[in-house]
């Protein structure tokens, strides 16, 4: 742990990104403090039913999967986390035998919006076959793929689905794939949380002492200079370096990112199976079913693949989340009463899939935050760089995880730490993605403003 260079951090947000960016600076050496508002030493990141944290990282579950269509470098890192979370796995076994997995190998079954293939599960299967991997996905319509299916033990979890009102009475076309599942996630946000407790770093959580006020700045010249930050109770906490990681609230405490990130709604819901029903009970469950993504709608003229919609099987609690990732809504103002929580008025998703669910009302419902970076494509990148704006290296920023940052919790901080430790010089492959990106194009829909069609104000209007 002796580091020439070693630093002395802030870092703002204990959430997955914040998380495991401290661990990691910390196993090389440097100080590290994390500041945030919420009192997870108290909850252990568990979400409250009644005041529900707006944090995308205290949830129950988050899928994993390793296909990114033609984006190698997601699948590779992907791969790079799976292996670190089952080594978490048996770690947990070892030290707790009869602990829950953290990671759940449960399966993926991407659906397709037709009867065929689609463009981006073409690009995928490529990639996969590139990779050495091919035989780790099934085709349901391929007969080879369903015979290694049965032989390996996953055909059970090869569902088909009628697509509704089809004249020729035919199947959505969909691949299994083997390398996915979902992670646990306020369990692994928890576990990461002790992790870094007993590695050393420090931790000032709750309204008060946790909470990052403002930052405290020097003024060199014409320059400016992070020396570190006040937090609600007044007090000032200097660092070498601050580093926000706070999520969809990163462009509020830090507004140069707002050019970078914007925070957008997407719709959550969930159903609730009692363990008394033991057919539903067992039929949802991780080791019978699998998690399901829907791309309702064909890619686009524009080359754009939107309008998916997945469900993950029961948690041990009897809960099925079921998430939309249409269109994406978008604040100007603060949501009025009775604002809708999707566009949808019932989900043609529940009437295919989840049959038995279709006249029940969901246990809840919820908007969750994204923190989506500017370009807002299939998978944007997060923002994982100093700000430009800082002199001397002294403000870092570790967001933007675009809904699909929780997979990576394990392996994320390392790459961040090398960017953090070696900026440009920074051999991670992420490198070229993960970073301050003042040249890219915005794409993300924020430029169409208040009338555009994800205003969640305008939306509550139409009721
Ligand atoms: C609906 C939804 C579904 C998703 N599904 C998946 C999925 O299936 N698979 C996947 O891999 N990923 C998924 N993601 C993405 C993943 O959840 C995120 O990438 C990840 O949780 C982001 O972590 P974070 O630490 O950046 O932000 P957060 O988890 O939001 O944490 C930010 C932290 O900053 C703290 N904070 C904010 N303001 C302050 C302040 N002023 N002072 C102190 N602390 C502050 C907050 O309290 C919070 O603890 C999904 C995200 C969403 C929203």
């Given at each position: 742990?002796?580091?020439?260079?070693?630093?002395?951090?802030?870092?703002?947000?204990?959430?997955?990104?914040?998380?495991?960016?401290?661990l990691s600076l910390r196993k090389r050496g440097h100080d590290v403090t994390v500041f945030?508002?919420?009192?997870?030493?108290?909850?252990?990141?568990?979400?409250?039913?009644?005041?529900?944290?707006?944090?995308?990282?205290?949830?129950?579950?988050?899928?994993?999967?390793?296909?990114?269509?033609?984006?190698?470098?997601?699948?590779?890192?992907?791969?790079?986390?799976?292996?670190a979370w089952i080594r978490i796995n048996k770690e947990l076994q070892e030290t707790s035998?009869?602990?829950?997995?953290?990671?759940?190998?449960?399966?993926?079954?991407?659906?397709?919006?037709?009867?065929?293939?689609?463009?981006?599960?073409?690009?995928?299967?490529?990639?996969?076959?590139?990779?050495?991997?091919?035989?780790?996905?099934?085709?349901?319509?391929?007969?080879?793929?369903?015979?290694?299916?049965?032989?390996?033990?996953?055909?059970?979890?090869?569902?088909?689905?009628?697509?509704?009102?089809?004249?020729?009475?035919?199947?959505?076309?969909?691949?299994?794939?083997?390398?996915?599942?979902?992670?646990?996630?306020?369990?692994?946000?928890?576990?990461?949380?002790?992790?870094?407790?007993?590695?050393?770093?420090?931790?000032?959580?709750?309204?008060?002492?946790?909470?990052?006020?403002?930052?405290?700045?020097?003024?060199?010249?014409?320059?400016?200079?992070?020396?570190?930050?006040?937090?609600?109770?007044?007090?000032?906490?200097?660092?070498d370096v601050v580093v926000i990681a706070a999520g969809s609230f990163s462009t509020q405490?830090?507004?140069?990112?707002?050019?970078?990130?914007?925070?957008?709604?997407?719709?959550?819901?969930?159903?609730?199976?009692?363990?008394?029903?033991?057919?539903?009970?067992?039929?949802?469950?991780?080791?019978?079913?699998?998690?399901?993504?829907?791309?309702?709608?064909?890619?686009?003229?524009?080359?754009?693949?939107?309008?998916?919609?997945?469900?993950?099987?029961?948690?041990?609690?009897?809960?099925?989340?079921?998430?939309?990732?249409?269109?994406?809504?978008?604040?100007?103002?603060?949501?009025?009463?009775?604002?809708?929580?999707?566009?949808?008025?019932?989900?043609?998703?529940?009437?295919?899939?989840?049959?038995?669910?279709?006249?029940?009302?969901?246990?809840?419902?919820?908007?969750?935050?994204?923190?989506?970076?500017?370009?807002?494509?299939?998978?944007?990148?997060?923002?994982?760089?100093?700000?430009?704006?800082?002199?001397?290296?002294?403000?870092?920023?570790?967001?933007?995880?675009?809904?699909?940052?929780?997979?990576?919790?394990?392996?994320?901080?390392?790459?961040?730490?090398?960017?953090?430790?070696?900026?440009?010089?920074?051999?991670?492959?992420?490198?070229?993605?993960?970073?301050?990106?003042?040249?890219?194009?915005?794409?993300?829909?924020?430029?169409?403003?208040?009338?555009?069609?994800?205003?969640?104000?305008?939306?509550?209007?139409?009721?």
């Amino acid at each position: 742990m002796d580091n020439p260079s070693r630093k002395n951090v802030a870092i703002v947000g204990a959430g997955i990104f914040g998380l495991s960016l401290a661990l990691s600076l910390r196993k090389r050496g440097h100080d590290v403090t994390v500041f945030d508002q919420h009192r997870y030493d108290e909850t252990s990141y568990h979400p409250s039913e009644a005041e529900p944290e707006l944090v995308a990282s205290v949830d129950h579950n988050k899928i994993f999967r390793a296909s990114y269509g033609t984006k190698l470098h997601y699948q590779r890192l992907a791969l790079e986390s799976r292996k670190a979370w089952i080594r978490i796995n048996k770690e947990l076994q070892e030290t707790s035998p009869g602990a829950e997995d953290l990671f759940v190998s449960c399966g993926m079954l991407r659906v397709q919006p037709t009867a065929s293939l689609s463009a981006l599960e073409q690009e995928t299967l490529t990639n996969m076959t590139r990779d050495g991997l091919r035989d780790t996905q099934f085709v349901e319509g391929d007969s080879d793929d369903r015979e290694r299916a049965s032989e390996r033990g996953w055909a059970a979890k090869l569902l088909d689905f009628a697509i509704p009102n089809d004249p020729d009475k035919r199947s959505f076309e969909a691949v299994l794939d083997s390398l996915a599942g979902f992670t646990r996630c306020y369990s692994g946000c928890a576990y990461f949380y002790h992790l870094a407790e007993q590695t050393g770093v420090a931790f000032k959580l709750g309204p008060e002492q946790g909470k990052f006020d403002c930052l405290v700045e020097e003024q060199a010249g014409s320059d400016k200079k992070a020396v570190g930050l006040k937090t609600k109770d007044g007090r000032v906490h200097k660092s070498d370096v601050v580093v926000i990681a706070a999520g969809s609230f990163s462009t509020q405490l830090l507004p140069d990112l707002s050019y970078h990130l914007e925070s957008s709604a997407g719709s959550v819901a969930t159903f609730k199976i009692e363990k008394g029903d033991t057919t539903l009970w067992d039929k949802y469950s991780p080791e019978k079913f699998p998690v399901i993504t829907w791309k309702s709608t064909p890619r686009g003229k524009d080359g754009k693949d939107t309008g998916s919609v997945y469900v993950l099987p029961r948690t041990p609690e009897g809960l099925v989340k079921i998430g939309y990732r249409g269109v994406k809504f978008t604040n100007f103002q603060p949501a009025p009463e009775g604002t809708p929580f999707t566009q949808d008025s019932k989900w043609e998703f529940v009437s295919i899939f989840l049959p038995e669910f279709q006249d029940v009302p969901f246990y809840s419902t919820k908007l969750c935050w994204y923190t989506d970076s500017l370009d807002n494509s299939f998978l944007a990148s997060p923002t994982i760089d100093y700000v430009p704006t800082y002199i001397g290296n002294s403000l870092f920023v570790c967001t933007g995880g675009s809904g699909h940052g929780a997979k990576f919790m394990p392996v994320l901080g390392e790459h961040a730490a090398d960017i953090f430790e070696n900026g440009d010089g920074s051999t991670t492959p992420m490198r070229p993605f993960w970073r301050w990106r003042e040249d890219m194009p915005r794409r993300n829909g924020l430029q169409e403003g208040p009338d555009g069609p994800r205003n969640i104000g305008e939306k509550a209007a139409q009721g």
